[in-house]
């Protein structure tokens, strides 16, 4: 291991950069707090900053995969379909099988100059989550119970207000609904024997009702659905945790531009649709797990250099206090203060682990397996 790799597993290391991301989005999202005064007299002025206080927090995570981790992102496309990406609106289907899959979505938006505008479909819970779930609040994220129909109305009302939106946005949703496991998928496709659907071999039965409302509600709005497929070679399993560590992967994502009107406008056969897209998913990743690569152009785009000089800014802007203020404290030798100092370096930790801890798959949500048993009731 070199040095530089040496430094990047250091923990020391991995709780600067947490330092760096946790006090800048809470200055971030106390910005975000007052630009809610614009919301009654300019709301679009209002969501173009927004959009730009976003990427300040969102763009730091992605520089950890681009620039800290050195991971390769190949983008496999129809070089037509390329040069429209970041030019329209656009619904996103991912699937849902790693534990930086998130994270890797955010990476194809930042290629593209959309990922402060990038919406998404998330779990109410993170709505509440400081930093990352604020800063979605004011994005006008979509925020769902889970529970279609309490969701229904408060999701259509949301997608319904996207439409007038002024910047060129990606609405990425995992139509899985939750992360892929074999418990998981062994439920699923229970359900789909039970319902008299195809089975799949590496996905999730798709829920259809969220993706059938969202081109509803967005209907000439979205100029076409991108059904992305994200595979890493030589059966690497990327974790967050190997990010922060500096590790690098292989990234490989299939992308299919299907226009919007392709999508059929009745909400049985949009959910027919959805359901023959997940086949065809998973013949593209048997295709990829038999032959390492997608029937496609391997294209690379490239790295632009916002995310990493928009961390710098943070970095040099919020370390030098930080050890100006370890100065004073070991220069003073109060035990009192050494003592208070000890136990905030512990409780930053844990909460590092705890925010590492909510993307690992065998502490993710429960939802594939309670939900699915109880529709087989």
Not at 124 to 146: A, D, H, N, Q, T
Not at 149 to 176: A, G, S
Request: proline fraction near 4%; hydrophobic fraction near 40%.
């Amino acid at each position: 291991m070199d040095i530089v790799g040496f430094l990047k597993s250091q923990f020391i290391c991995h709780l600067l950069i947490c330092y760096i991301f946790i006090v800048s989005g809470l200055i971030i999202n106390f910005i975000q707090l007052f630009t809610l005064i614009l919301w009654p007299i300019n709301k679009q002025l209002f969501r173009r900053i927004n959009c730009r206080l976003a990427y300040c927090i969102s763009s730091q995570m992605v520089m950890l995969l681009e620039w800290w981790s050195g991971t390769d992102c190949t983008l496999y496309t129809d070089p037509e379909s390329y040069h429209k990406y970041g030019k329209e609106n656009a619904i996103v289907i991912l699937n849902h099988n790693f534990e930086i899959d998130f994270l890797c979505g955010w990476n194809f938006c930042e290629r593209f100059g959309v990922l402060g505008s990038s919406k998404v479909l998330a779990k109410k819970e993170l709505s509440y989550m400081p930093v990352i779930g604020w800063m979605w609040y004011f994005l006008e994220i979509v925020f769902c119970k889970r529970k279609w129909e309490e969701d229904r109305k408060t999701v259509m009302q949301k997608l319904l207000n996207l439409r007038d939106y002024p910047e060129n946005f990606w609405f990425l949703i995992h139509c899985e609904g939750t992360r892929f496991t074999e418990q998981k998928h062994q439920i699923s496709m229970q359900v789909a024997e039970a319902k008299g659907l195809p089975k799949l071999k590496y996905h999730l039965l798709p829920r259809t009702k969220g993706f059938a409302v969202t081109v509803q509600c967005l209907r000439n709005v979205v100029s076409a659905v991108y059904d992305s497929t994200l595979n890493f070679r030589n059966n690497e399993n990327p974790t967050l945790l190997g990010v922060l560590n500096g590790k690098k992967y292989h990234a490989d994502l299939y992308v299919r531009r299907i226009p919007l009107e392709e999508v059929p406008e009745d909400e049985q056969e949009c959910s027919n649709w959805l359901h023959k897209l997940y086949q065809e998913k998973d013949a593209f990743q048997e295709e990829y797990y038999q032959r390492g690569t997608y029937p496609a152009v391997p294209i690379i785009p490239p790295r632009r250099p916002w995310t990493l000089l928009n961390w710098l800014f943070w970095a040099l802007l919020l370390l030098y206090p930080l050890f100006k203020l370890l100065i004073n404290m070991i220069s003073s030798g109060s035990s009192l203060t050494l003592a208070s100092f000890a136990f905030v370096i512990v409780m930053a930790s844990v909460g590092v682990r705890w925010m590492i801890g909510v993307t690992e798959i065998n502490k993710g949500s429960t939802y594939g397996n309670n939900d699915n048993k109880q529709k087989q009731k």
